[in-house]
């Protein structure tokens, strides 16, 4: 009789631990505003469409139940804030209350002379404590999709990294102001060696036919190396601020 017991005891037990281990973990409801833009090289509008590719991110994620978008535009119209999905911290806390959310995701855009900068902040939705910040940046605006996603990762897995770095490509300023001085060697410095080689090439021509028609004073030699050197110290920043920057 006591074994029957026995058995029943660890049977409920058993039945108990697996509910529990294989239960689905409640989702915390957040919302998601619209990324704040602080920085002329971008659009205003691309913080809708920075918080639509991190609510993509996250759909099907274990962790969160995110607050539908039209809810949130919804109680903004509502509650007379401006028009842009944007909002501060205190905004947003009330906002957060009137969806239901526990925790509120508010992002923003910054660039310094460096990188273009993404922020991520996770904010409690009850007291306006910032929860998590994560951070991506690039040398390149045209980054902002792959940084979007490895932020959004970093929150679904929980695995936050703090500061991404997507890409370091060099200073495209610093590139043009050195292909300014010595054609050729900003192409280098950005990794473009080929077309490095070919400005070079065409900068010694011009000098060397510089000089020896100022060694034999030929006007005409002289002016030729003149101009390919003109030429080509005026085209090779060029080439980079408008052909290299954004790449």
Not at 175 to 180: D, L
Not at 190 to 204: D, F, H, R, V
Request: aromatic share 10%.
């Amino acid at each position: 009789m006591k074994n029957k017991y026995f058995i029943l005891i660890i049977s409920l037990f058993l039945i108990l631990y697996s509910l529990n281990v294989f239960a689905k973990p409640e989702k915390t409801v957040v919302a998601v505003f619209d990324f704040d833009i602080l920085t002329n090289s971008i659009a205003i509008s691309e913080g809708t469409q920075l918080a639509e590719e991190f609510i993509g991110h996250l759909a099907n994620c274990d962790n969160f139940s995110i607050v539908e978008r039209n809810k949130v535009y919804k109680i903004i119209k509502e509650q007379g804030f401006q028009t842009s999905g944007y909002v501060d911290v205190k905004s947003a806390v009330k906002i957060g209350n009137l969806l239901g959310a526990k925790q509120v995701f508010m992002g923003s855009v910054i660039e310094d002379a460096n990188y273009i900068k993404l922020i991520v902040k996770l904010v409690n939705a009850q007291t306006g404590e910032i929860i998590n910040t994560d951070i991506a940046k690039s040398n390149s605006k045209n980054d902002l999709s792959k940084m979007i996603k490895e932020i959004a990762t970093d929150y679904k897995t929980g695995n936050l990294r703090g500061e991404i770095l997507i890409s370091d490509r060099p200073n495209p300023y610093l590139a043009a102001g050195m292909s300014f001085a010595l054609p050729g060697s900003g192409q280098f410095y950005m990794g473009e060696n080929t077309k490095g080689a070919i400005y070079a090439l065409i900068a010694a021509a011009g000098l060397t036919s510089l000089i020896i028609g100022m060694t034999n004073k030929d006007d005409l030699t002289t002016n030729i190396g003149s101009g390919i050197m003109i030429g080509i110290g005026i085209w090779a920043p060029i080439d980079i601020l408008f052909f290299e920057r954004d790449k």
